[in-house]
């Protein structure tokens, strides 16, 4: 790309750099060609001070700090909900456009929670280089694999009750859970017994309900964030979802299995069209 498009082109910072998700956003960031006039990676005391090597050149990680979003024009958010709520808030405030990966602020009714292919609409009024910072909340890992399958089957047949179940892998879960998943399988392997740090019980060569918390209606908060969201992207909140969520042994790629009950008949020509 020439000198004047990288001068032109937005100022990024990767909040949470050293984690799974922060290294993903680097590596989309380069797979795409993402234009970018600087960077910043962005992470906690204990990662400050420690090099990052992207697009060959070292970079030098930084704590996040209040005044971390001087001159950001984008920030793309991926270390804990907590950490959003804070320093979310504050970004936009220094007038950076927030792309937040956790659930911090995705049912909240002043912003978007968008799945660019499904609903982009959703964030039209904000504009880059306004210099008006805002929030874009992204949805969870289900419910974007979910509503890319059958949103082009809504908008031809609308989808009026929809049952889900996931098999989620351990990259959700975050890079700690990938090595203990690892440790685990060698463990077992070698009949000792298995590593529980990041779950509570055995997850090398097993099957368990999502590790989420048990809400008061029997759900746990993995499908309940399914059903809210679904409802809050498709802007109906009448439509009927039910899910079930799985940890499987897996080191990537969630998995899911959709069946949809539609408003009227529909045959497969007008959704691959």
């Known amino acids: 790309m020439s000198l004047k498009e990288v001068e032109s082109a937005p100022s990024l910072a990767i ?3 050293t984690g799974a998700v922060g290294q993903e956003f680097l590596q989309v960031l380069s797979d795409r060609d993402f234009p970018y006039r600087s960077i910043k990676m962005l992470a906690s005391k204990k990662s400050a001070g420690k090099i990052q090597v992207f697009e ?3 970079y030098v990680i930084e704590e996040l700090m209040d005044d971390s979003f001087d001159d950001v024009d984008i920030a793309l958010f991926s270390a804990g909900g907590s950490i959003s709520k804070k320093f979310g808030p504050i970004a936009v405030n220094r007038g950076s456009i927030v792309i937040d990966n956790s659930s911090a602020f995705r049912m909240d009714d002043n912003v978007p929670l968008v799945i660019p292919e499904v609903n982009p609409h959703a964030m039209s009024h904000i504009k880059l280089y306004s210099g008006k ?3 874009i909340a992204n ?3 289900s419910t974007i694999i979910c509503l890319m ?4 089957i809504h908008r031809h047949s609308k989808v009026i009750r929809m049952v889900v179940s996931t098999y989620q892998a351990a990259s959700g879960a975050g890079a700690a859970a990938m090595e203990e998943l690892k440790l685990q399988t060698h463990e077992v392997l070698e009949d000792k017994s298995p590593t529980c740090n990041i779950f509570k019980e055995q997850y090398a060569f097993n099957l368990f309900s999502h590790n989420a ?3 008061p209606n029997g759900y746990n908060e993995e499908e309940m964030k399914l059903v809210k969201e679904t409802r809050k992207i498709w802007n109906d909140h009448n439509v009927k979802v039910t899910a079930t969520c799985i940890r499987v042994p897996v080191m990537r790629a969630h998995a ?3 069946n949809l009950q539609l408003e009227k ?3 497969e020509t007008p959704c691959i069209s």
């Open 15 to 17: 909040v949470g750099v």
């Open 56 to 58: 060959n050149k070292e």
């Open 133 to 135: 910072g805002a929030l």
């Open 139 to 141: 949805p969870n890992c």
């Open 149 to 152: 399958a059958a949103t082009p």
């Open 213 to 215: 918390p048990i809400l």
């Open 256 to 258: 899911e299995s959709v």
């Open 265 to 267: 008949p529909l045959d």
